[in-house]
């Protein structure tokens, strides 16, 4: 989604552990986490979100696995409208899938 080429808790890490059992493509998750690393994701439960929400199809499938994952509860909603807004902010020119998550 964007133009350029390249925590804290127990449940953040399992969540995160979680998310890269259940995709399966170890290279793009590679690639998400060092893009994650780059825009300053620095706890793990900020670097699961990112992942989830730059690694889905649509933004349906994005919103089912936040709330699967249950990174939409609490402290972790703040940390998921965080994530969604620096991702925004990154894109050159307006795309519909932050807003639509949103």
Partial sequence: RFSDDQGSGNNAAQSSSAYKRSSGQTGQDEALLKLASKMRMNTDRKRAIFCIIMGSEDCE???EKLCRGS???NRS??????????CCLQ???YNKFYGHLA
């Fill in 61 to 63: 499938d994005a919103f």
């Fill in 71 to 73: 990174m939409l509860q």
């Fill in 77 to 86: 909603e703040r940390d998921a409208c965080r994530v969604l807004l620096e």
């Fill in 91 to 93: 894109e050159k020119s």
